[in-house]
């Protein structure tokens, strides 16, 4: 204790009435608290569960051309993580619906990444009960960020696959989309020091599981398939299963080894933030010729001129 | 989407600059961006990787009638943690303990609860590289809150079992002290649901593993247990191995059966939010007599004592 010595002699520093940020955020708007607000001003407090304890759902829906893709089927896994959680809000789908419209049409975003929020809240107390916070909605919409870019778009992805063990279902739910990534983002920095793009981390028993914000498929003799357990049920995935029923391609859920994976003929990750991605790398090793397959170019073409279909589809009302 | 039908007619809403706070927070100081502010101050930004992906780390000590207990330990702790996650911060040791110290001293608390903490932080563009984040620090102290109330530490806890699974390490390194709690605040739910105060998680061999925020021993004919791994190395926990050196009880860190909790003759959880709290009810049944043993009470009172040794604790220097 250096200071136990040093204090003595020292003035204790100026209390500040309000924090003045010197941080730069993007431009979107926020609603919190009621308040529709820039991104700047869209913060938690240090004590709110939602951060401290990670006590929290979410759901993040996107904007594309103006218009909001499969929204319904966001909504419905946001209020589904919301009763397993045991939170509530004081907006119903309707009401949520709004208020994200809201927020895109306030950014004048026409390509944007939009978040519903809730935290468990904090009790004014500090109290350790959660039952006595206040669970808190938010919203915001900021510019659409792909988890790949132009260039990784058009010759796929490296992708390594870490020795990091994916949070298993015993542990959290993966139906409650939710905010434990430490995973992830050590799988992430296993991939970054391999040259790669992105990770892919395993499940229990050592098979694939899925990487950070994305769902994996693979193609084998034109036969497509996913991890089945211990993954997020994503809507772009669950998208993909639609696409193929309506064109004829068999798809399924079922356990996916190392090896099957790196003997595939196609691979693709899938992500709201982003759509259908290709793989043509994993761990320095080309997926079969190295290039982005037929039947990933098929499907991304697909999944891309459905965001006009009024059936899966919304139009912002800017003004 | 009745947004579809109904927006049209509907005025955008106004967009606020600044965010008015409706919510109390308690009475404390954080530091924060170079500044030292009240608790209502203290906010993240819901960009921050720290809470989006929940990519932090941090340590909370305790200050007990005006002194730290064991800050070495916890710095330890909280660099050890920063160096796993590849997180820097613009202070050293001598750094971080004098602004810990600033922010009691600030408060006039002579009881505190102080946390220091480090998320990955954010870059203005919102990258998905946590690469280009600038990692944040930040501190504050609040009043003392013990996870036990008065009454509570005289007679004992109730604690229900939860069937929740402890997040693995293979998942999440628990040397690392995180935010990763979904799965205790489940169980806690668990508990309430079966009208206990607390919980306790199994690990993934189905054995005990610890509860929100603490680790749990046993005591059978005058041994002490506590359970060897997947566990926050705790550091009231590791400070009854130290007690238990220097007045000659046998403690070992190893596997702990349901039943053998089940069957101990006493119990007890370690936590910095409350130190030593006896536990005397498991889902429903008595510990041994029900009362708290002997000791636990030994330890608790050595424990309380040792907070005004200088070789394990610090003044703060109240103006």
């Known amino acids: 204790m250096s200071q136990a010595a040093a204090t003595p002699a020292k003035r204790l520093p100026f209390l500040s009435e309000r924090h003045i940020d010197p941080h730069a955020y993007p431009d979107g708007v926020a609603f919190h608290d009621g308040q529709y607000l820039p991104m700047s001003q869209a913060k938690i407090s240090v004590l709110d569960w939602g951060f401290l304890h990670s006590d929290a759902t979410y759901d993040t829906v996107h904007v594309w051309d103006g218009r909001f893709f499969r929204l319904d089927l966001h909504l419905d896994r946001f209020f589904g993580g919301l009763e397993k959680l045991r939170m509530t809000i004081p907006f119903d789908r309707d009401g949520v619906s709004e208020i994200l419209h809201n927020c895109v049409a306030l950014s004048g975003h026409r390509a944007a990444y939009v978040e519903m929020l809730c935290t468990r809240g904090a009790s004014p107390t500090f109290s350790r009960d959660p039952r006595q916070a206040i669970n808190r909605f938010m919203a915001f919409a900021v510019p659409f960020g792909s988890v790949a870019n132009a260039e990784q778009l058009r010759t796929g992805l490296h992708v390594a696959i870490s020795d990091k063990v994916r949070i298993p279902p015993a542990s959290i ?9 430490l995973d992830l983002v050590r799988g992430l920095y296993d991939a970054y020091d391999r040259g790669a793009d992105t990770a892919l981390v395993l499940d229990f028993n050592g098979n694939v599981a899925e990487g950070p914000g994305f769902n994996v498929f693979c193609v084998t003799d034109g036969r497509l398939t996913t991890p089945a357990v211990g993954v997020l049920p994503g ?6 299963f639609d696409l193929c029923a309506e064109i ?31 793989v043509t790398t994993i761990d320095g090793a080309p997926v079969a010729g190295g290039k982005v397959g037929p039947i990933t170019e098929r499907l991304m073409a697909l999944y891309w001129k459905r965001h006009e279909d009024p059936a899966w589809s919304s139009a912002v009302h800017y003004p």
Chains 1, 2 share one sequence.
């Open 235 to 240: 809507i772009t995935r669950r998208t993909v």
């Open 248 to 278: 004829g391609l068999a798809v399924k859920a079922e356990a996916i080894g190392v090896a099957a994976l790196r003997g595939a003929d196609e691979v693709f990750i899938t992500s709201t933030a982003g759509g259908i991605v290709p």
């Open 173 to 181: 739910d993966p139906s409650i989309k939710n905010y434990h990534w």
